[in-house]
């Protein structure tokens, strides 16, 4: 868990943090082959796609509020319901600029269909 762990964190850091992110996740699948042998592959794998699955709600909610939050700042008073229709087909369409999910869009990560 530690080595997906490092392995999540170096995605998202600059050059030097990634590289230490990336030792320490070698360090740790290095111990742990070790430790398993023959059992290694198939339960890292099983491992790290259940921890990829993993939605964290607080990233969650963060990332939508972060998109939400330039257009709140502009509004005077409370938005309209239309007003947050048009920020949520923004958010679904709209592609991601980095990361894994690179040139996707939610609506399509979710749907299947570009």
Partial sequence: ?????????????SAKPKRSHQ????????????LLENQFEPLQAMVFEKLDAI??????????HACIRPSLQ????????????LI????????????????KAPIELLTGEA
């Fill in 1 to 13: 868990m530690l080595a997906w762990h490092h392995e999540h964190l170096s995605d998202q850091s």
């Fill in 55 to 64: 939605v964290h709600a607080s990233s969650l909610v963060e990332r939508i």
């Fill in 23 to 34: 030792q320490e996740s070698q360090q740790g699948l290095d111990v742990t082959e070790g």
């Fill in 74 to 85: 502009s509004s005077k008073g409370p938005i309209t319901q239309e007003t947050f229709n």
């Fill in 88 to 103: 949520m087909v923004y958010h679904h369409h709209r592609r991601y600029k980095s990361g894994k999910r690179q040139g």
